[in-house]
C-alpha cells in the first residue's frame, strides 16, 4: 500500500510539473494561448444575440449585425469593403468580430473605446444600417417579447439604446474562438503542428512580424502605419487613425488586425486588397519589414497562419420574436 501511496504521488507530482512546465512555455512565446471569457451574464448574452440577429434594427429590415459580421464566415463578409443601406459601397473592409474583447480599441481606426461603444455606431449610420437609435428602440418597444426579455435582463420600464448596446457587446465577448491548433502546441502538444508549420512560425518571429502580431489575439492591441517601409499604394479613401485624433501623424496608422482565423477573414487590410494569405504575407513583407519573402519562406508562414483558426462559436440560432401590429414595418425602397 505504501509503495502504491509514493508511485501515485510521485505520478501527481511529475504530471503537475509537466502542465507547469507547459503552461511556462507558453508564457515564453510572444503569443498567448486564448482563455475562455470570464464573467458574462447568461441573460444579457441570449438578449444580445437576438440582437445581433435582428434585421428590424436596420431601415431596410433586411440588415443585421451577422450581415457584415457572419458569425458562419469567420466573423467578416469576405469581400472588400461592406455593402450598406441602398447598396452604398462601405469605405473600409470589415473587420472580424471573433476575438473582438481583446482588442484595446474597436474599428480600424479606434474611435469606439470598447464592444458597447461600436455596436450603436452602425444602427444609426446612414451608409450601413441606415436607422436612428430612436427608431430602432420604437421597434423593440412594440415587440411584446422584447419588453419582457429586457425588463427581466435589466429591469427597468423603459428600452433604451444603452441596453442595446449593453446586450449585444456581452454577446460579442462570448465570440472567442480558442483551442486552435497553434495554442494546442503553445500547451505542450508538440504533435500539434508539422515542421513546416512550425518552421513558419519559427521564420514569423525571426522576421519581426510578432513586434506587431503578438498577445492572445495576435494583434488587436497597437495601431501601426500601413506602409513603414515602402508607401502603401491605395484607392481607399481612410485616414485611419488621423481621422479620430486630427493628427498628421497618425495618417494611414491602423489597428494592427488580429490574425486568429485569419484564413476565413479574406480579403486581407482596411482596403481589402489582398486576397490570398500569400499575397497578404509577401505585401507585409516588403511593406512592413523591408524583407522579400522567397515563395517557400511565404509558404511556411502562410501554413503557421493556418493553424490559429480556433474552435468556432457554436449555439442555437436565435428564433426573434414576432413583430406585432403595432411595429413600424421597415421601409427597404425609401
Not at 512555455?25 to 444580445?48: C, F, Q, R, T, Y
Not at 429586457?150 to 480558442?178: N, Y
Request: with cysteine; aromatic share 8%.
Amino acid at each position: 500500500m505504501m509503495k502504491q501511496t509514493i508511485l501515485a504521488t510521485a505520478i501527481a507530482l511529475a504530471s503537475g510539473l509537466a502542465i507547469h512546465t507547459a503552461a511556462q512555455a507558453a508564457n515564453d512565446e510572444p503569443i498567448s494561448p486564448i482563455k475562455p471569457p470570464a464573467s458574462i451574464n447568461l441573460g444579457m448574452v441570449e438578449l444580445g444575440k437576438k440582437l445581433y440577429f435582428d434585421p428590424r434594427l436596420s431601415k431596410s429590415g433586411i440588415m443585421s449585425c451577422n450581415t457584415c459580421h457572419n458569425l458562419s464566415m469567420g466573423g467578416t463578409d469576405n469581400i472588400p469593403t461592406s455593402v450598406g443601406d441602398k447598396w452604398q459601397q462601405g469605405p473600409i473592409n470589415a473587420p472580424t468580430v471573433l476575438n473582438s474583447s481583446l482588442n484595446l480599441a474597436q474599428f480600424w481606426d479606434g474611435r469606439a473605446a470598447d464592444l458597447k461603444a461600436q455596436a450603436g455606431g452602425p444602427i444609426a449610420n446612414p451608409g450601413e444600417m441606415a436607422f436612428t437609435h430612436t427608431l430602432a428602440i420604437n421597434v423593440l418597444e412594440s415587440i411584446p417579447a422584447y419588453v419582457r426579455e429586457f425588463k427581466l435582463v435589466f429591469g427597468k420600464d423603459k428600452i433604451d439604446i444603452d441596453q442595446v448596446t449593453l446586450a449585444i457587446a456581452e454577446f460579442e465577448k462570448t465570440l472567442v474562438t480558442p483551442n486552435s491548433r497553434f495554442d494546442q502546441w503553445l500547451l505542450g502538444n508538440k504533435s500539434a503542428l508539422t515542421k513546416q508549420e512550425q518552421e513558419g512560425y519559427a521564420l514569423f518571429k525571426d522576421s519581426g512580424c510578432v513586434a506587431c502580431h503578438n498577445g492572445e489575439a495576435v494583434g488587436g492591441n497597437s495601431f501601426q502605419k500601413m506602409g513603414l517601409v515602402e508607401p502603401y499604394k491605395t484607392t481607399a479613401t481612410a485616414e485611419g487613425r488621423a481621422g479620430v485624433t486630427g493628427k498628421d501623424a497618425d495618417r494611414f496608422n491602423f489597428k494592427v488586425p488580429t490574425l486568429r482565423n485569419v484564413e476565413m477573414t479574406y480579403p486581407y487590410f482596411h482596403d481589402g486588397a489582398a486576397n490570398t494569405l500569400t499575397e497578404a504575407v509577401d505585401i507585409m513583407g516588403r511593406l512592413q519589414l523591408g524583407k522579400k519573402f522567397t515563395k517557400d519562406e511565404n509558404a511556411k508562414i502562410v501554413a503557421f497562419l493556418k493553424t490559429l483558426t480556433g474552435d468556432q462559436p457554436t449555439f442555437t440560432l436565435p428564433i426573434l420574436p414576432p413583430s406585432a401590429d403595432a411595429t413600424p414595418r421597415p421601409t427597404p425602397f425609401k
